[in-house]
């Protein structure tokens, strides 16, 4: 048997906070002695400087740490409400801004279809507000919040902005679908206003990426047409009145045939942007009858 080892004694150890309490009550006496009894305790007042006074210095100095991040603290509070407040103002701003925005961009177009109302005053015209567009980025059919039960009718023609949007094609109970001048399938036989030359007028979506629709058909004989020349809907077409403003020749070149001029026209209307419209309530076939 292996002999028996004695398990050491482990040394007794004075928690430090014991320590603290020890050393400030000391402290406290000697203090009191000093200053009751007017002892001279000059070493002793080495003793007490010596570990009072970094103690205090320490408190002093947590304290003033704790104070300085509190009112950090209290600033920090106020700075983030302050901006909590302040975009919230700007939120405000935002939205009134939008909202009046909006209003002048209606005001405006109103005004647009006032002007349109008194260049066409020949023909009877309703309001109609656009409730659905295209899938593309261009109003080349939409809908509008007028139907049957409003008079709406299948080929009435459709104004805005400064002049000819289409046509319509399609009549609900409250609804009209609109045809416009820019779709491929659209073709209107126009003239040139000033010198009264005929000319056709197609849609193309692809051009309309650059600003452009077509034209062709324009006598090789037109001398007188120039860039920039107004063309308008001409007394022949079947669906469309005659007068109407389409647009404005931007472009044009002699075809291979030599017999014909065909081109790019800017239309008069803002085909990206269209939110109301005028709709004359009078067929072009009642009107050639009276």
């Known amino acids: 048997m292996s002999p028996l080892v004695k398990k050491p004694q482990e040394k007794f150890k004075l928690p430090t906070k014991y320590w603290l309490m020890i050393l400030s009550g000391v402290s406290v006496i000697l203090m009191l002695l000093t200053f009751v009894f007017e002892i001279p305790l000059s070493p002793l007042n080495e003793i007490v400087s010596f570990t009072i006074v970094p103690l205090q210095k320490g ?23 302050e901006n909590n407040e302040l975009l919230k103002q700007v939120n405000d701003l935002t939205r009134e801004n939008n909202e009046l925005q909006q209003e002048k961009y209606e005001l405006n177009s109103l005004r647009k279809l006032l002007e349109l109302d008194e260049s066409y005053s020949d023909y009877p015209k309703t309001g109609a507000r656009v409730i659905s567009g295209s899938t593309n980025n261009w109003f080349s059919t939409f809908i509008i919040d007028k139907g049957s039960n409003q008079g709406m009718k299948v080929g ?30 659209s073709n209107i036989s126009c003239m040139v206003l000033t010198t009264h030359d005929h000319l056709m007028v197609s849609g193309n979506l692809a051009t309309m ?52 001029i065909s081109g790019y026209i800017s239309p008069s209307v803002n085909f990206e942007h269209i939110s109301e419209v005028l709709v004359i309530t009078k067929l072009k076939s009642d009107i050639n009858q009276q």
């Open 156 to 185: 009435m023609n459709v104004l805005a902005g400064g002049g000819l949007v289409g046509r319509i094609t399609e009549v609900g109970s409250n609804w009209s679908r609109v045809l416009s001048i820019i779709d491929d399938t």
């Open 209 to 260: 990426e650059n600003g452009y629709i077509t034209f062709n058909q324009l006598s090789e004989n037109a001398k007188d047409v120039e860039v920039g020349d107004k063309v308008v809907t001409s007394n022949i077409s079947d669906v469309y009145l005659s007068g109407i403003q389409v647009g404005n020749i931007s472009y044009m070149e002699h075809d291979s045939n030599h017999l014909s």
């Open 59 to 81: 408190v002093s100095i947590v304290g003033e740490n704790l104070y300085t991040k509190k009112e950090l603290m209290k600033q920090v509070n106020d700075l983030v409400n």
